[in-house]
């Protein structure tokens, strides 16, 4: 089955860069979105159709797509960016037969 | 303002079965494919299920294929999950969400289903 990849956590300090990264075999065919969920929350999309950021997003959230790999990319952290950071895409069937999420990325604001 | 409203979860036995509802408001819910979205506790995301905007197309992932049946009846603005043969492993908050091309830009507050016996 198709899987998406991210990193199990990152670790920044305020105002610095994070980037966190998803890859997946599909995604230079596929769109890809990305959503925030802090703890007891609902999640929120942040990015999608891998570069496009839904209106009240802070501009700090971008995206980008390299290849088999997408790459969220959070400028400037700050505190309240702490939390669990989501990839979601799908198979290269081009059909929604397996629609997928990684397995997220825990992101610390240290 | 888009409200997503799922109802429904209870702690419910190996085996048994379980119907969710979720209301939705503030858009025209006949336009847009609506799908499920899953989450035990303490993991991530995983998708369930979607249905096009008229019921005409669904899809489900392997976990749930013929176990689960996704519903809509456009004219409540409502979406449905049929939960049969339930598994301990699904037990899960089970979130309604609203689809914005291939991902999902609103989802609601989930409601809770534990398979335990």
């Known amino acids: 089955s198709y899987e998406l990849t991210q990193p199990p956590s990152v670790s920044v300090s305020p105002g610095q860069t994070a980037r966190i990264t998803c890859s997946g075999d599909?995604?230079?065919?596929?769109?890809a979105y990305w959503y925030q969920q802090k703890p007891g929350q609902a999640p929120v999309l942040v990015i999608y159709k891998d570069s496009e950021r839904p209106s009240g997003i802070p501009e700090r959230f971008s995206g980008s797509s390299s290849g088999t790999t997408v790459t969220l990319t959070i400028s400037g952290v700050q505190a309240e960016d702490e939390a669990d950071y989501y990839c979601q895409s799908a198979d290269s069937s081009g059909t929604y037969e397996n629609v997928v999420f990684g397995g997220g990325t825990k992101l610390t604001v240290l | 303002e888009v409200q997503l409203v799922e109802s429904g979860g209870v702690v419910v036995q190996p085996g048994g079965s379980l119907r969710l509802s979720c209301a939705a408001s503030?858009?025209?819910?006949?336009?847009?494919?609506m799908h499920w979205v899953r989450q035990a506790p303490g993991k991530g995301l995983e998708w369930v299920s979607l249905?096009?905007?008229?019921?005409?197309?669904?899809y489900y992932a392997d976990s749930v294929k013929g176990r689960f049946t996704i519903s809509r009846d456009n004219s409540k603005n409502s979406l449905y999950l049929q939960m049969n043969s339930l598994r301990t492993e699904d037990t899960a908050l089970y979130y309604c969400a609203k689809a914005l091309y291939e991902g999902v830009d609103y989802w609601g507050q989930g409601t809770l289903v534990t398979v335990s016996s």
């Open positions: 249905i096009s905007w008229d019921g005409g197309s669904t």
């Open positions: 503030g858009f025209t819910f006949d336009d847009y494919t």
């Open positions: 599909a995604l230079p065919k596929q769109y």
